[in-house]
């Protein structure tokens, strides 16, 4: 009986570490200094996409590995710099080289890597009074919202679809 016990506090307090582990990265983590460089620079050790508390949010806002591959810079992708956007957090886009009308994509994220929004746009066959874009959060199923990505700060956030 006191063997199982200690065995199931044991097992608790392991399942709890890797929350706390996750808390402190958060603490600790600042994106700051990416603001107004280029997605793909880097920036102590990691690109935008590449520091692991943005690859982080990213997965959680993003579960479908398919789509979430779409998300990166391949060697002729676009970007532009980072800015500050409303509430104090960070936006990042990007797009297909050429192709950034079709198709792009934007994170919006807190400095601490916390309150990931994604913003995924793939035009094909959609006039411009049609365009719409899919935003995904943690937890929530995807949303439209009304045009491609923002890629401005002014452009954030995106207009709600009203129907009419």
């Not at 392991?14 to 997605?39: C, E, F, H, S, W």
């Not at 990042?92 to 807190?110: C, F, Q």
């Not at 913003?119 to 874009?133: A, K, L, R």
Request: charge should be negative; include cysteine; proline fraction near 7%.
């Amino acid at each position: 009986m006191v063997r199982a016990a200690i065995l199931a506090m044991t097992m608790m307090t392991a399942a709890m570490i890797p929350q706390a582990d996750a808390r402190d990265a958060a603490a600790t983590t600042n994106l700051d200094a990416y603001v107004g460089k280029y997605p793909f620079d880097v920036v102590n050790g990691h690109r935008f996409l590449d520091h692991p508390a943005v690859k982080a949010a990213i997965a959680a806002a993003v579960p479908d590995a398919k789509q979430r591959a779409t998300i990166d810079f391949s060697e002729n992708g676009l970007g532009l710099p980072i800015v500050r956007v409303a509430g104090g957090r960070i936006l990042v886009w990007g797009a297909a080289w050429r192709a950034e009308d079709r198709y792009n994509w934007a994170v919006v994220i807190a400095p601490d890597g916390t309150r990931p929004e994604v913003c995924i746009y793939d035009g094909v066959g959609y006039g411009e009074d049609f365009q719409s874009s899919t935003w995904l959060t943690p937890g929530q199923p995807g949303v439209m919202k009304q045009g491609s990505c923002p890629s401005a700060a002014d452009a954030y956030p995106p207009a709600e679809i009203v129907a009419g």
